[in-house]
């Protein structure tokens, strides 16, 4: 049993979690006898088989879209860009990081310096074969001035990267940084061959389970199997297709009638209806997307936390929960960390509606009423302008009067978000704490959508970000929660779940919620039955 | 016949220049909305820093006027330039979309014309009968219900129920050619629902409108048939106004059919203009309006000019 062997020495290394290892092992047909393993046996995976073409249908995807990764803004470009290509690591759905291009990879002991070793014989489409020349011009392709990528800013602690032999890449960080495997799961950081130390993009070529046939911009994209893939166990369907229907009418419709085998973003209005259809399962995910309303802290009345306390007390988060989301998600505590994370808090206490707190810390703040405008529009999250409008009715018994200023869905992102004092906004949620503080809370981050500065916070950021023993970073992670909560700019009120629709045709294993479509890796996770 | 060279000639000399209006009031639009390119296809992950870079990359921090000017000097060249989001060449990004516009436009046209006419002349033969009442009812009915939904009601009975048609139409450049008719049929049958009536009523109309006329009362009284009156007296007379009804619709065919596509998901030029505005580039939106207003012109020619055909007194207005 050579493929036994070659697992068993995968774990006993580590570049396998127990979980996988399990997996793959009954993918064997075996039973999993690692020593010492949990053996979770996740009934869930039933022997995937090859065959078939599968589509996929989607919300989004517009004909503006492109093959650049630095472009990547949805899930459709983001589930194509899996399917083609792949990363150095990967999350797993128990939300475990795993080695994908990387092999292994260890850090200096203060976490500043990581070398990735690279999985050997990999080869692109196009028949080159994957090292570490590639891998640094796809990272450098959203560094430099000149980087127009959205993934800039998370490489931003990178000061150097080198290649240590054809097989080695050296990434050095201006601090240290426990989570940096995890960045580098991200789905702009898709490794794609280089010529002269710059990325060939425009081909789609990749080493991922598909290779590129057509793309048509906000149309369709249909790929065939990689003969040549590298990763056991996945990339099962002959050929894919992913097409975007924008209406969630038509995308319901074409599910029913056997037009394509899944569908994201299912109308939950309908959902009950739905759920009749012998022929659809609903698969629904639990992940670290989430809303929030965030405040501008350094302008008046913000900048006072007993105002901010006294909105946050004065929402009615269950009621949002069933009107917005019918259920279809989990309340948030006012910070970002979802279920998806490592060191999520759930002891807190859960904050609710409460207008005798809200009204204590509206007099501590010394004043009888307050009143604020919120902006919304739908195109922060589906929903946005009710939301509004509900928390002004909640916030009304607390004797705050929100008016909700409705905004255009049209350039939201460009002139409301980060402008307006108060305002609706959608996070899809980051695989690490780290991540998510960094992006969004950080003192001085572009993306801190409250301005939000914070000495004790900001100090835990950097000092869990370097720490390597988990305890003590699971206490520190606790403790900016809490900070976040208690004295945060954002109210965030709800974790949204991915809720999708599948043909019963369609096999699968766990279904991980990091993200939309079981990670973003429907393509190559999933299988016909 | 040089008459009508004349008047054909003059009107390309001002459809020329409409299009120059066109592109110039659409830039100017398109300027005005909030947000540029950048900013847009960034989204949620835009910075300052990344929003200059590309702005630099694409020219886009360059003043209007010169972008407007270095535009013009291409399209005069024939080159219709690259789509700023992802650079590809708008001819051919445009060339499938066109074709697969004009594709539907014709199936849905094909079905409807005829249609319409025969309906109209039928209901002008047979005035205020039950037969009148029925065909104007459907057809205003129909027009008056908004175009989605028409085509989710196709879509429930004629794929949903009985599993007949496909309920997308996602017709790709390698699609053969009954396939991508079977696959127009729901969205062309949606069409030609919603642009019935209009044609309809107008023949009905003008041919009753005629029938007025001493001279039809003269083939009334020498006892000709009914339908041979309206046939070879009264249409030949209806034409004009039928015509321009027709064309109209068939413009309407081409540059008005965006919500159906979103409906069928059918790979239209609606689409990509939608696309192009929400995202502001630029390019795209300027070659999609001038396909646009160069189908409205074009059309409402061929009108005048079957117009002046079935009627030269045209050409020489008072």
Redesign the interface.
Same mark, same amino acid.
């Given at each position: 049993m050579p493929k036994q062997k070659h697992l068993e020495r995968a774990l006993a290394e580590g570049r396998i979690s127990r979980r996988e290892f399990a997996k793959q092992m009954s993918a064997l047909g075996l039973a999993a006898a690692a020593p010492g393993a949990l053996f979770s046996g996740s009934a869930l995976a039933a022997t995937p088989k090859k065959g078939g073409h599968f589509r996929l249908g989607l919300g989004h995807g517009? @004909?503006? *879209?492109?093959? *650049?990764p630095g472009?990547f803004?949805n899930a459709y470009t983001q589930t194509m860009g899996y399917g083609l290509r792949n990363n150095l690591t990967e999350v797993n759905a128990e939300n475990e990081l795993i080695g994908e291009l990387a092999e292994s990879w260890e850090a200096s002991p203060d976490a500043k310096v990581w070398r990735f070793k690279l999985r050997q014989g990999v080869e692109f489409h196009n028949g080159k074969t994957m090292e570490a020349s590639d891998v640094i011009a796809s990272v450098q392709h959203h560094r430099g001035? +000149?980087? #127009?990528?959205?993934a #800039?800013?998370i490489l931003e602690p990178v000061v150097e990267l080198k290649a240590d032999g054809k097989n080695t890449v050296e990434f050095s960080l201006k601090e240290g940084n426990a989570d940096f495997p995890y960045i580098m799961s991200d789905y702009h950081i898709v490794m794609m061959p280089a010529k002269d130390g710059k990325v060939e993009w #425009?081909s789609g070529v990749g080493t991922g389970a598909f290779a590129l046939q057509?793309y !048509? %911009?906000?149309?369709?994209i249909k790929m065939k199997r990689n003969p040549n893939y590298w990763k056991e166990g996945r990339g099962h369907f002959d050929s894919v297709e992913m097409? @975007?229907?924008? +209406?969630v &009418? &038509?995308r319901t419709? &074409?599910l029913? @009638?056997g !037009?394509?085998h899944a569908m994201d973003r299912v109308d939950i209005k309908t959902l009950h209806l739905l759920k009749r259809n012998k022929n659809i399962k609903i698969e629904e995910s639990s992940g670290n997307a989430h809303y929030t309303f965030a405040m501008l802290t350094d302008i008046a009345p913000f900048n006072n936390n007993d105002v901010r306390l006294a909105l946050k007390w004065g929402l009615d988060r269950k009621a949002l929960l069933q009107t917005i989301l019918r259920g279809h998600g989990y309340l948030g505590n006012d910070h970002p960390i979802g279920r998806a994370n490592r060191y999520l808090a759930d002891d807190l206490p859960q904050r609710d509606l409460d207008p005798d707190k809200s009204k204590f810390h509206l007099k501590k703040a010394g004043l009888s009423k307050l009143t604020v405008d919120l902006s919304a529009a739908d195109a922060a999250f589906g929903g946005a302008v009710d939301a509004a409008v509900l928390y002004k009715e909640h916030a009304a018994k607390s004797g705050i009067e929100i008016n909700v200023v409705r905004e255009p869905n *049209?350039?939201y $992102?460009?002139?409301v $978000?980060l402008k307006k004092p108060w305002c609706a906004v959608?996070w899809g949620g980051r695989p690490t704490e780290d991540w998510m503080f960094s992006t969004a809370y950080a003192e001085g981050a %572009?993306?801190n959508d409250s301005h939000w500065t914070h000495e004790r916070f900001n100090q835990l950021l950097a000092l869990a970000r370097a720490e390597l023993d988990e305890a003590k970073r699971r206490e520190m992670y606790r403790e900016m929660q809490l900070i976040t909560r208690d004295e945060g700019g954002v109210v965030v009120p709800l974790f949204n779940n991915y809720v999708e629709g599948l043909s019963t045709k369609i096999g699968h294993g766990k279904i991980a919620g990091n993200w939309t479509m079981d990670g973003l890796k429907a393509l190559e996770r999933w299988w016909f039955v | 016949m040089f008459a009508l060279v004349k008047v054909v000639a003059q009107r390309l000399a001002l459809g020329l220049l409409v299009l120059f209006a066109v592109s110039l009031i659409i830039f100017l639009g398109v300027e005005l909305l909030p947000g540029d390119l950048c900013q847009e296809i960034q989204g949620q992950g835009a910075t300052k820093e990344t929003v200059a870079a590309c702005r630099r990359e694409l020219g886009l921090d360059k003043p209007p006027v010169t972008r407007y000017l270095a535009w013009l000097g291409g399209v005069v060249q024939g080159d219709f330039g690259v789509s700023l989001a992802n650079q590809r060449e708008i001819s051919e990004l445009i060339g499938v979309r066109l074709s697969n516009t004009l594709f539907l436009a014709l199936v849905a046209a094909i079905v409807a014309v005829p249609l319409a006419l025969i309906l109209g002349l039928l209901a002008a033969l047979y005035r205020n009968t039950i037969y009148d009442r029925v065909i104007n009812v459907v057809t205003l009915t129909s027009i008056s219900t908004p175009e989605f939904f028409v085509a989710y009601i196709l879509i429930l009975f004629f794929s949903v129920k009985f599993g007949w048609f496909p309920s997308l139409s996602n017709v790709s450049p390698d699609t053969e050619f009954w396939d991508r008719v079977y696959r127009a049929i729901l969205p062309a049958a949606t069409l030609t629902l919603v642009c019935v009536a209009h044609m309809m009523r107008m023949t009905r109309a003008s041919i009753i409108n005629l029938l007025a006329s001493p001279y039809i009362e003269m083939a009334n009284l020498k006892g000709m048939s009914r339908s041979h009156i309206i046939l070879h007296h009264a249409l030949p007379n209806a034409w004009a106004p039928i015509v321009n009804v027709i064309v109209i619709n068939l413009a309407y065919l081409i540059v008005g059919v965006v919500v159906v596509e979103v409906v069928f998901v059918y790979p239209g030029l609606g689409q990509l203009i939608v696309d192009s505005v929400q995202k502001r580039d630029i390019p795209v939106v300027q070659a999609c309006s001038l396909i646009f207003a160069a189908t409205y012109v074009i059309l409402n020619l061929t009108a005048d000019i079957l117009s002046i055909v079935t009627n030269p007194r045209l050409l020489h207005p008072r």
């Open positions: 517009s @004909t503006t *879209d492109s093959l *650049d472009t803004e001035a +000149d980087s #127009k990528s959205a #800039k800013a #425009k057509s !048509e %911009p906000g149309v369709s097409i @975007t229907i924008a +209406d &009418a &038509a419709n &074409a029913t @009638t !037009e394509i *049209d350039g $992102w460009s002139n $978000w959608y %572009p993306w | -």
